[in-house]
């Protein structure tokens, strides 16, 4: 029995340190075998809140990420060790990957949304009806996105099968709302489902509407294309502190010796919390939400 029992507690406790691993490789990034094959199969609908990364890219993240902390950490102590234990942190990379990719498919998704607001508006001044607007909208989105992964045009084509299935197009829209997650996208939505109920001028509310959130789109385009080039110089900021250290360490290490010993590890320590903090002070001076 005491057998059995040890034996158990052996089994419960090789389960739960594999629950805290799996939980711990999820929160940097890594996603499940089911979620994997979902994504293969497109059984799963967008959810444009979370980014599924794929085996291929979270080991690209995350070895890049390693590569480059080994590389900075080397440049400040001169220790293989430390390089190496320090390079281990580049495992939590894929979750702040995963972040920016989140962020670059919602601004895929606002620029495609403003071409639909485009055609729509096209559409509907030719004395369509809302539904046939959508639905024209699509092969207009086919003609612009030849490539059928573009995400509005998966969108539309799952809009379009709710729509032949007698569903109400400000349901489906609705629900593709949800999942966007886009302020301008549920604006839109919003105001074509007031519109619908209160009985109003639908062709004056969507033009009225689409001109409106064309215009903020194409304002946030500006202060994005603005923002960019001080990113790229941010970016070359960070690189020059570290390609100076490695400069002075090939060409003059006599010059550098006394920073490798005793007090110096002090004040080479202090320089790289220093630019860490600098580095996180220029990303968040970087960060406007629009």
């Known amino acids: 029995m005491s057998n059995t029992s040890e034996a158990s507690k052996l089994i419960d406790h090789?389960?739960?340190?594999?629950?805290?691993?799996?939980r711990a490789l999820e929160w940097c990034g890594w996603e499940s075998s089911e979620t994997i094959g979902r994504m293969k199969t497109g059984r799963q609908l967008i959810d444009y809140d979370r980014y599924q990364l794929t085996r291929k890219q979270f080991f690209a993240a995350a070895l890049t990420a390693?590569?480059?902390?080994?590389?900075?950490?080397?440049?400040?102590?001169h220790?293989?060790?430390?390089?190496?234990i320090a390079s281990?942190?580049?495992?939590?990379?894929?979750?702040?990957?995963?972040r920016v990719l989140v962020q670059q498919r919602k601004e895929r998704l606002k620029l495609q949304f403003k071409e639909v607001l485009f055609s729509l508006t096209s559409?509907?001044?030719a004395g369509r009806s809302l539904e046939n607007a959508f639905l024209s909208t699509l092969d207009d989105l086919r003609l612009l996105y030849p490539d059928p992964r573009t995400e509005l045009l998966l969108e539309f084509q799952i809009v379009r099968f709710r729509l032949e299935n007698a569903e109400p197009l400000e349901y489906a829209l609705r629900h593709f709302a949800d999942r966007a997650g886009v302020d301008e996208i549920s604006q839109f939505v919003d105001a074509l489902a007031t519109c619908?109920?209160?009985g109003g001028d639908l062709l004056e509310v969507m033009k009225r509407t689409s001109v409106i959130?064309?215009?903020?789109?194409e304002i946030e385009q500006e202060i994005a294309v603005m923002i960019a080039q001080k990113k790229f110089e941010g970016r070359i900021m960070m690189a020059v502190p570290f390609v100076f250290l490695a400069f002075l360490s090939l060409a003059a290490?006599?010059?550098?010796?006394?920073?490798?010993?005793?007090?110096?590890?002090?004040?080479l320590t202090g320089a790289l919390l220093l630019l860490i903090f600098c580095f996180w002070l220029m990303a968040k001076l970087m960060t406007i939400r629009m």
């Open 196 to 198: 619908k109920r209160s």
């Open 253 to 267: 290490p006599d010059y550098m010796a006394p920073l490798y010993g005793g007090r110096g590890y002090l004040l």
């Open 14 to 22: 090789r389960r739960f340190s594999g629950m805290r691993i799996r």
């Open 66 to 77: 390693g590569l480059l902390l080994y590389g900075a950490v080397y440049l400040f102590y």
């Open 88 to 98: 281990c942190a580049g495992i939590a990379a894929p979750r702040f990957r995963r």
């Open 123 to 125: 559409s509907l001044a």
């Open 79 to 84: 220790s293989s060790l430390l390089s190496l």
């Open 213 to 217: 959130i064309g215009e903020k789109l």
